[in-house]
């Protein structure tokens, strides 16, 4: 049974930094893109960044590109997201997700974690 | 434009058919995937590929699409199928944005 297991958020102060983890089970981490979803409270679904399994490249949202990073511990088959300078506009759960592909250059989240919440405040 | 459009909320009368629509310059490149997220739980894939159902997903559920707008149809809408629904491009090439998710819609089944 595949699962996703994400860990690490809680309530931290403006200009912090925080550290997700989410630990997979049931496949191998090394063999498929992941990424990181988040949704604030009663809003919708918004893309934050990638893993690629060929050649280790990521890519990320504008919104938080050059204070986020994405990496991965295959060996531990976990997959983590580092968040630095946090702001308000950051709260939200964030979902690991797995990505599956399709035909030549398609993707679609096929495995989504239960989330885990992050509240940026003073 | 790099956006996906949805209408925010759907109503439909039980057993009934209804569509959700997603317009978007990305869908006509790539195939839309669709995700149901009911309150309290994490998405979960209807439709991926235009057109290709998870196996645990009821065949109530297709995907169509043409030219800029993608479309999810639930063929006799069930009560359990009140959900948000959400759109979503999600492409493998060298895109400057390579993961677009539509605003979601809020279907109520009445």
């Known amino acids: 049974e595949v699962q996703l297991v994400e860990s690490g958020g809680g309530l931290v102060q403006p200009g912090e930094s925080l550290r997700l983890s989410c630990v997979v089970s049931g496949f191998n981490l090394s063999s498929y893109w992941m990424h990181w979803v988040r949704q604030a409270s009663g809003k919708g679904l918004v893309w934050v960044s990638r893993?690629?399994?060929?050649?280790?490249?990521?890519r990320y949202a504008d919104s938080v590109k050059g204070r986020f990073t994405i990496s991965r511990d295959n060996a531990k088959n976990t997959l983590f997201l580092q968040m630095r300078s946090l702001t308000a506009e950051d709260t939200a759960v964030y979902y690991c997700?797995?990505?599956?592909?399709?035909?030549?250059?398609?993707?679609?989240?096929?495995?989504w974690g239960q989330g885990t919440l992050v509240t940026v405040s003073s | 434009s790099s956006e996906l459009t949805q209408d925010p909320a759907v109503s439909v009368a039980l057993g009934q058919t209804v569509r959700i629509t997603c317009q978007g310059d990305?869908?006509?490149?790539?195939?839309a995937n669709w995700y149901q997220q009911k309150p309290g739980q994490a998405p979960v894939v209807v439709i991926y590929g235009k057109n290709n159902r998870p196996s645990e997903i009821p065949d109530r559920f297709s995907g169509s699409s043409s030219g800029n707008t993608a479309s999810l149809t639930i063929t006799g809408a069930q009560a359990e199928d009140e959900a948000d629904y959400y759109c979503?491009?999600?492409?493998?090439?060298?895109?400057?944005?390579?993961?677009?998710f539509g605003g979601g819609t809020k279907l109520t089944v009445l």
């Open positions: 997700v797995r990505d599956r592909p399709y035909g030549a250059n398609s993707g679609y989240f096929d495995n």
């Open positions: 893993f690629n399994n060929d050649g280790g490249s990521s």
């Open positions: 979503n491009c999600n492409s493998r090439d060298t895109s400057v944005n390579p993961v677009i």
């Open positions: 990305n869908l006509r490149n790539y195939n």
